[in-house]
């Protein structure tokens, strides 16, 4: 079974800086999906970044990034230029790779961040 | 697409009422999965269907619960007989297995409170 876990409760950050979301997790497969899903006060879960395992280069998406360490099973998230916008929780979430099938996910316990003036 | 349409938003029941929650997945998708976000328990899977066959219910926490994919375009949660800790969100999310990632998408999600 995949565990995900999340050991920022909360976090706090000002406009325009930078944070980082930290998110390890602890799985036997080789092959598999990681994604940072973000759920503001509207609980609607919305998909913020995805990282394939096999593949090396950390994922961007304007301005999230992220920094996987395939060996060290961390998987964490940056985002730059902080916006109001930004506060959240924050998911970090596992899905096992299947050739042509799906998978369920597994959610960590989440970071609520807050950005502030 | 409209994406994965939820109905109710909201269900404020009393306990030992039956409850039915219900999802429409994105046209075209053969996965839907079933979610519920408790305080305690986080975001956890109930169970997951694909092509309407139901894949994996280990999540599902008792008889009292039980789903249904009658077709590719419908499914229902129903929880018979209703108590105060299955108060939560449930979420339903669909697929497409062979799309980038298996991504799945999210509904906005039923709140419900069993009184």
């Known amino acids: 079974a995949q565990t995900v876990t999340q050991s920022q409760p909360e976090m706090s950050v000002q406009e325009a800086e930078t944070v980082t979301l930290s998110c390890t997790y602890d799985t036997s497969e080789s092959n598999y999906y990681l994604f940072w899903y973000k759920q503001p006060p509207s609980r609607q879960m919305i998909l913020v970044i995805r990282?394939?395992?096999?593949?090396?280069q950390n994922a961007t998406e304007n301005r999230f990034s992220v920094n996987f360490q395939k060996a060290a099973k961390s998987f964490s998230l940056k985002i730059s230029d902080s916006q109001l916008g930004d506060t959240a929780m924050y998911f970090c979430a596992f899905m096992k790779h299947g050739s042509g099938t799906a998978s369920k996910l597994t959610f960590g316990t989440g970071t609520r961040l807050q950005v502030t003036l | 697409d409209a994406g994965v349409i939820q109905s109710p938003r909201h269900e404020v029941t009393e306990m030992g009422q039956e409850v039915t929650l219900r999802c429409k997945p994105i046209?075209?998708?053969?996965?839907l999965f079933w979610y519920r976000q408790t305080m305690m328990r986080g975001l956890e899977l109930l169970i997951y269907f694909n092509n309407n066959v139901p894949i994996d219910d280990s999540g599902m926490p008792e008889d009292r619960f039980s789903a249904k994919m009658p077709n590719a375009s419908f499914s229902t949660l129903k929880i018979q007989p209703s108590e105060p800790r299955d108060s939560a969100v449930y979420f339903c999310?669909?697929?497409?297995?062979?799309?980038?990632?298996?991504?799945?998408?999210f509904g906005p999600g039923t709140r419900l409170t069993v009184l």
């Open positions: 046209s075209g998708h053969d996965y």
């Open positions: 999310a669909s697929s497409l297995a062979g799309r980038q990632y298996n991504e799945q998408f």
């Open positions: 990282q394939e395992a096999y593949k090396q």
